[in-house]
């Protein structure tokens, strides 16, 4: 005779909070998990920041594993794996296609070339651009990946964060010197990071390319950490343009926010 008792798995099918299949919303919350906690945690781990038993967290890591999305290290714990690159890769660009529009309206507006970025593990990956129509003008290639103590949207995505997760992914990526203007020491990068703070915006002023100013601004509530930019010479983006350029730059951020929560299924 059949029990009435539910099984595991059963149990793991049955509506989330949110009208969806409960097992799935398990494995992707561990998956972002896995990813705030750079990759690679142990079952114990999982355990204690999900509040989910141990044999729940087993078995869908099990699957997980199966499907390719995770992989099990020698050392028995776990991380997120290759076929996770395809799928990053395929809704960066989505997201790039989405910015466009908003990243046209900057060159518009500011005259300057504008930028979209993420931060991707310990890096800043550009997802999208729109040129200048000036004769002289910045070029970043999409999909680009620079540190972010040299760049205005890495000091923009990274001013929110901890100061001790900022520390730690110092000194993961060290802070090489692109040009004789790069923030090399950590304290003076976190005293650059309240500046962000305390004016809503940031700055590159000649530390990724000697002739190149940057203004950057994080897109809020982006399901992803995303910030957008403008940059051109010195001689164009002067202090004096800041205060003009910066409110434009936080009205299409505050814009392509919706835009993306819109893109996102409730």
């Known amino acids: ?43 114990s781990e999982l355990s204690t920041s999900s509040g989910l038993p141990l044999p729940t967290i087993h078995r869908l890591m099990r699957t997980l594993v199966a499907c390719g999305y995770v992989r099990q290290q020698p050392n028995r714990r776990y991380a997120l794996g290759p076929r996770l690159i395809r799928l990053g890769e ?34 800043i990956v550009y997802v999208a651009q729109v040129p200048s129509r000036h004769a002289v003008r910045m070029f970043t290639e999409v999909g680009r990946r620079v540190l972010p103590h040299s760049t205005g949207v890495g000091k923009a995505l990274l001013a929110h964060h901890p100061a001790e997760e900022v520390r730690a992914l110092l000194a993961r990526t060290g802070m090489p010197a692109a040009t004789d203007k790069t923030i090399t020491d950590p304290d003076r990068f976190l005293e650059a990071l309240d500046d962000v703070r305390r004016l809503g915006y940031a700055v590159d002023d000649n530390e990724q390319e000697i002739g190149v100013r940057c203004l950057a601004v994080p897109v809020p509530n982006s399901p992803t950490s995303a910030a957008i930019s403008i940059s051109g010479p010195t001689g164009r983006v002067t202090e004096a343009s800041t205060d003009k350029i910066v409110p434009v730059l936080q009205d299409v951020a505050a814009q392509l926010s919706v835009a993306l929560a819109n893109q996102t299924p409730a």
């Open 1 to 43: 005779m059949p029990s009435s008792s539910a099984s595991p798995s059963a149990a793991e099918a049955k509506p989330g909070a949110s009208g969806g299949v409960q097992s799935l919303e398990r494995a992707f919350d561990l998956l972002e998990r896995m990813a705030d906690a750079g990759g690679e945690v142990g079952l």
């Open 90 to 123: 395929s809704s960066s660009r989505l997201l790039g296609t989405w910015a466009r529009p908003f990243l046209a309206r900057l060159v518009e507006e500011t005259g300057e070339t504008a930028n979209m970025a993420l931060l991707d593990g310990d890096e």
